[in-house]
């Protein structure tokens, strides 16, 4: 028996998942720990991330590691995506990090973590013709799949942090700053040429901000579990209405909506601009949710590495 410990260093949360492999190759997760550590805060156009940014999330990987060490047979795999992929002191990062917990950590790119995406999707949702969304906090990942294939992979450098940084889209929002917003992403989403061929395909969504639409929704449906979004789904009008209320008021009021988490509040219109943005452009009109994504992706790449027969 082998536990994978995998530390996933994203734009706007650090999460470690610890996956229990038995011989055969099959596995279950037996824990999971995420830190809101915001890697991405102040990187502004210069790309460069900041001191506090980094302390902070590399005191989170140092308590994870205080977690994995009490298992044993462990092999720990860290990956980094887009804020330190983008980053001009990436190496000055990834440097602290190996002194602080003894970890090369892998940086992804666009390109990889889009398909690793599209593995950890395909792996666990029974969908075939799709185009997979993941928003995270400094990129946005679309992969379109067809026949269970993936045909085209994307990464776009915005995201959650950086759109919300960028367009002043975190207290109150004008609608000057919502309309600068929403065009400078049709110009970024204008340049994937492929995407017109997606026309009225549905969406699989990853990412937190995906997350916290879905369980904002399903706490509105009065469901008791509002984590347990693998497979929910929803149509094109209740994105657009869930949006139109987050925009409505400000930050204050976003922190009182139940499902929303009040750390989360200052960056969901920017994360689910991306998402409400690609919906028009392709003329969606349904979104399924995956809990599935790049860490389910490596571990379906590592099984089949070291366990396949």
């Not at 205080?66 to 795999?77: A, G, P």
């Not at 579990?225 to 409505?248: C, K, M, P, W």
Request: aromatic share 6%; glycine share 8%.
């Amino acid at each position: 028996m082998e536990n994978l410990v995998i530390l996933d260093i994203g734009s706007n949360s650090v999460r470690m998942a610890i996956n229990q492999i038995q011989a055969d190759g099959s596995y279950r997760e037996i824990k999971r720990v995420k830190s809101d550590s915001r890697l991405s805060e102040g990187m502004g156009p210069q790309k460069i991330l900041q001191k506090k940014a980094m302390d902070r999330t590399i005191d989170s990987l140092a308590d994870f590691q205080k977690i994995y060490t009490q298992y044993d047979h462990t092999t720990v795999i860290g990956i980094a995506t887009a804020a330190v992929r983008q980053a001009k002191n990436q190496a000055d990062f990834l440097a602290a990090v190996k002194k602080r917990i003894h970890i090369n950590v892998k940086v992804l790119t666009g390109h990889q973590e889009a398909y690793y995406d599209y593995l950890g999707v395909m792996n666990r949702l029974g969908i075939k013709n799709c185009l997979i969304l993941d928003i995270g906090g400094a990129s946005v990942e679309i992969v379109q799949v067809e026949n269970g294939r993936d045909v085209h992979l994307t990464s776009v450098p915005v995201g959650a942090v950086t759109l919300s940084e960028r367009y002043h889209l975190n207290d109150s929002i004008s609608g000057a700053n919502l309309f600068n917003a929403q065009f400078g992403l049709r110009k970024l989403f204008g340049r994937v040429k492929w995407l017109h061929t997606a026309h009225r395909q549905p969406l699989v969504l990853l990412g937190g901000a995906s997350r916290t639409l879905a369980r904002i929704n399903r706490r509105r449906q009065h469901m008791t579990r509002i984590d347990a979004i693998h497979g929910y789904h929803l149509s094109a009008e209740q994105v657009n209405r869930t949006f139109l209320n987050l925009l409505r008021g400000n930050l204050k009021r976003r922190q009182s909506i139940p499902g929303l988490e009040a750390d989360r509040a200052d960056i969901i219109v920017g994360g689910l601009l991306p998402l409400v943005t690609l919906m028009e452009m392709v003329d969606s009109r349904k979104m399924y949710f995956s809990e599935s994504g790049v860490r389910e992706g490596i571990i379906t790449e590592y099984l089949n590495e070291h366990y396949s027969k």
